[in-house]
């Protein structure tokens, strides 16, 4: 499967941004995703994650409560919705997406990536 991420931007400490991951190639609900990201100088860490169904998220503690991961299957597109942004939000933001459904944290885990979209909140 192929996925491309999108909507990242500037935004000012407080506000928000959606991102979008689109993806083709094979059947796209059959399939666990994520969101990962990545600073500068530092590791890739996970930030969210949804069933294949969408029934299920689970988050990370620190971002509990101001990012909401979502998918709409008849498009093929996951989301991930950031509200109350703060300059340590600042990243490259990446989409993710596995064929076994068990959830998992670690990046290694997960075997399609999308290029990565930069978010940058400025304070």
């Known amino acids: 499967v192929q996925l491309q991420a999108s909507g990242g931007g500037l935004v000012q400490a407080g506000g928000s941004l959606r991102l979008s991951c689109a993806a083709s190639?094979?059947?796209?609900?059959?399939?666990?995703t994520a969101w990962f990201r990545q600073a500068p100088g530092k590791e890739r860490e996970f930030v969210a994650t949804?069933?294949?169904?969408?029934?299920?998220?689970y988050y990370a503690d620190a971002l509990k409560g101001r990012f909401t991961i979502s998918r709409d299957n008849a498009k093929d597109t996951i989301y991930l919705q950031m509200n109350s942004l703060k300059p340590e939000d600042t990243a490259i933001y990446y989409c993710?997406?596995?064929?076994?459904?068990?959830?998992?944290?670690?990046?290694?885990?997960?075997?399609?990536w999308g290029q990565g979209t930069q978010v940058t909140v400025s304070s």
């Open positions: 190639g094979r059947t796209f609900s059959r399939y666990r």
């Open positions: 993710a997406a596995r064929a076994i459904s068990s959830l998992t944290d670690s990046p290694e885990a997960w075997y399609y």
């Open positions: 949804i069933s294949s169904s969408g029934g299920t998220t």
